[in-house]
């Protein structure tokens, strides 16, 4: 290994351990509580060492929903190719709301933040690859329907029940429940060319 390679391998690690330093921090305490002071205590590196790798907190924040997207892309992924087909979009439903329950802080970095992740033009990949599969899901039901549409409209669906459920607005009890019919009135199981406009 070369004296450049081990060098970017190290900032490799040392961006890794920033990052999931902030994520566990947000995790237990909120956004709030991720300041450098806070990093650099508990990581213990010094304030300028972690502005070497990130400009911002808002920089290490988008760092984390990067990690995120990618996680949730790759939950969604097993979610949609370990079931039968026609079982795939409620199970994506249900991977998608669980992730947003287990891991919430991920999710505000994802979607509640600002952000200078770019959405809906595909120059994200990590976006990209979970709305990729939930356009996969989708794809098969959607005949004659557009499928950037009808997957936006899903996405915003699922989204929508996450939040409000994360913020006590709905019976709790009623969650799974909601996403069955999110799923069975977005997507069902005849949805396609046949459908009469």
């Avoid at 439903?93 to 992740?117: I, N, W």
């Avoid at 009890?173 to 909601?178: F, N, S, T, W």
């Amino acid at each position: 290994m070369t004296i450049e390679d081990r060098r970017a391998r190290d900032r490799a690690t040392r961006r890794r351990l920033i990052t999931s330093t902030a994520r566990t921090v947000a995790e237990r305490e909120g956004w709030d509580a991720v300041t450098t002071r806070r990093l650099s205590a508990e990581i213990e590196y010094s304030q300028p060492v972690i502005y070497k790798h990130f400009a911002s907190l808002d920089e290490i924040a988008d760092a984390v929903a990067l990690e995120g997207f990618a996680e949730l892309a790759a939950g969604l992924h097993e979610a949609r190719t370990t079931v039968a087909p026609g079982d795939a979009p409620i199970a994506v439903a249900r991977r998608y709301a669980a992730f947003a329950t287990d891991a919430p802080a991920v999710y505000e970095a994802m979607f509640g933040r600002a952000t200078r992740l770019r959405f809906g033009n595909g120059s994200a990949p990590a976006p990209s690859s979970a709305f990729a599969e939930l356009r996969a899901v989708l794809e098969p039901r959607a005949g004659h329907d557009d499928v950037e549409l009808l997957t936006e409209t899903f996405w915003a669906g699922l989204h929508g029940l996450v939040v409000l459920q994360r913020g006590a607005r709905l019976r709790p009890d009623l969650q799974e429940a909601r996403i069955d019919l999110l799923v069975e009135k977005i997507v069902p199981a005849g949805l396609g060319g046949d459908r009469r406009r």
